[in-house]
């Protein structure tokens, strides 16, 4: 990360001017202010409803505001203009970009959202060389990121499995893929940022300037500053993708090759899983996009209402090295404990193979089954707890279909930066688990909502009684003391840079971290709790 291309600087620090105003300003007075600002994009009072809503579509809390922006300038000006009508006013600023947030982290109850989407005052620029780079702004698309720079035959490294998210959005959680147990998640593979504060000040930051702000707001929640733009790093693109998937029985033959996979110099580039419960039929499914490497044996495969584990990887390769490939891709399976009838293989364009869920999501829409509730549930296992935690999960909590994908990988964390805001288990390799459920409209049954909700507390429940060390990712909690368990250790450190950067606790309400006042580490008041506030503590 030390390793910064020193060609152009993103932005100057400055301080923007802002009006003046009173000390002392309640909510309407401060939304009749922002009409005073002159700036280059604009507000919108009004019909601002599509801003309380986010993809969990479970939460509904509607702004008095939206920031159009069409500059950096009108995101400073506005959030400096807001810092010194002081804690008089309780109006807050969140920053929303594709609201693919899941409880309503990018809301701002009667505050300001901020619309990042808005912001394209520069175009993304792709710059090639020894160490390759792109300047992105916060607001943009990964998949514009991506279109973009395969033109110059060159891509991210680290991705999510859904590229229709903004750039600032996943650099301010973690951005966690099936690359990441070689990369690193997306904040590992930044260079630089351009961060507005809770002062409104632009700052630009790096591992050697403005680190601690660099390192804060990376995986910081959007408690420090808002990313309106980032230097991400990028590498040679392959044309094409082998994409494999093939079926176990068992868990522990199912992690230890997945451990193998991630430990070995010569593996995939890809490696993730995901958890099959009561499902027949599987591999025909999969016939639609994959070839069975024994047609014959793969049809005789019955599933008998199993609970099956799928490890999914993928091998880039470029068509003139396609023999080099095919011949890796059988050694690296040869050492793999997989039953080999469920051997299931496809070749497809590395533009395809990234962009997959968008294929789901067009489905989905066309059924009028995407803007539905999704109670999604994240988390981080050590590996030392991770069979106990199947074989309670997968084997007693979850004994039917669930309505939703159900991710399971390891990562190693030896190629993860620790001094980023993102919390995870004290352990070297820590798998992913996500509950990936979508609620069904109107249904009291297994796949409605509540039992959803009841089951992911069941899941929390048991990681906190059985002391498992785990973390969530894309956390929400309730309370103050909640978030400390969360952060544990890191809590301290996390406080002085609110304090820092945020001291009126501004940015980011949705989060429910901190509550606007004359100090950002007062204490919130403490609704129903909705998972143990034990969760998470080492």
């Not at 680190?211 to 590498?235: H, K, M, N, P, W």
């Not at 469920?342 to 059924?367: C, Q």
Request: with cysteine.
């Amino acid at each position: 990360m030390s390793c910064i291309p020193e060609r152009i600087e993103l932005c100057s620090n400055r301080f923007l001017a802002a009006p003046s105003v009173p000390p002392h300003f309640n909510s309407s007075n401060s939304l009749l202010s922002l009409e005073t600002l002159s700036l280059d994009g604009y507000f919108s009072f009004e019909n601002n409803q599509y801003a309380a809503k986010d993809f969990g579509n479970r939460y509904h809390f509607l702004p008095s505001a939206v920031l159009h922006p069409k500059s950096v300038y009108d995101i400073s000006s506005t959030i400096k203009h807001i810092f010194q009508i002081g804690s008089g006013s309780e109006f807050t600023v969140a920053a929303r970009g594709h609201g693919h947030s899941l409880q309503g982290q990018a809301q701002a109850h009667r505050g300001l959202v901020i619309n990042m989407e808005s912001l394209q005052e520069q175009e993304i620029k792709v710059y090639s060389g020894e160490l390759p780079y792109a300047d992105v702004s916060g607001g943009q698309l990964w998949i514009n990121v991506l279109h973009e720079t395969l033109r110059y035959g060159l891509t991210p490294k680290s991705w999510t499995d859904y590229l229709y998210l903004t750039v600032g959005g996943t650099l301010s959680y973690a951005g966690i893929s099936g690359q990441a147990f070689k990369h690193g998640p997306q904040i590992n593979n930044v260079y630089q940022l351009e961060v507005v504060t809770g002062k409104g000040e632009v700052i630009t930051c790096s591992g050697d300037q403005n680190a601690d702000l660099f390192y804060a707001v990376l995986g910081g929640l959007g408690q420090f500053g808002i990313i309106t733009r980032a230097r991400i790093s990028l590498e040679p693109a392959p044309k094409m993708v082998k994409w494999i998937r093939v079926l176990y029985s068992d868990f522990s033959s199912f992690s230890q090759d997945q451990e193998h996979l991630i430990a070995s110099r010569n593996s995939f580039d890809y490696i993730e899983g995901f958890v099959i419960i009561n499902r027949t039929g599987l591999l025909n499914n999969w016939r639609s996009s994959f070839d069975p490497k024994d047609p014959i044996r793969a049809s005789q495969f019955s599933s008998d209402g199993r609970t099956l584990y799928c490890l999914e990887m993928a091998m880039y390769f470029n068509p003139r090295d396609e023999d080099i490939m095919n011949q890796k891709t059988e050694r690296v399976l040869s050492e793999l404990n997989f039953i080999p009838s469920t051997l299931f293989l496809s070749e497809v364009s590395y533009l395809e193979f990234l962009n997959r869920v968008h294929i789901s999501e067009r489905k989905l829409r066309a059924k009028g089954l995407w803007e539905v509730p999704h109670p999604w549930l994240n988390l981080l296992i050590p590996k030392s707890k991770i069979h106990n935690f199947a074989q309670e999960v997968f084997g007693n909590i979850l004994n039917y279909s669930s309505n939703g994908p159900i991710l399971i990988y390891p990562v190693n964390k030896s190629k993860w930066n620790n001094k980023t805001s993102l919390v995870t288990p004290d352990e070297d390799i820590i798998y992913l688990v996500a509950f990936l459920s979508s609620a069904a409209p109107s249904s009291t049954g297994k796949d409605g909502l509540e039992n959803i909700l009841t089951q992911n507390k069941r899941i929390l429940e048991y990681c906190a009684t059985a002391h498992l060390g785990a973390k969530q990712y894309l956390p929400h909690y309730s309370t103050q003391e909640e978030w400390r368990a969360h952060f544990g250790s890191k809590w301290q450190v996390f406080q002085k840079r609110k304090s820092a950067y945020d001291p009126l606790a501004i940015l980011a309400p949705g989060q429910r971290i901190f509550q606007k006042g004359n100090t950002p580490l007062m204490t919130s008041s403490k609704p129903e709790r909705k998972y143990p506030a034990a969760f998470g503590i080492q």
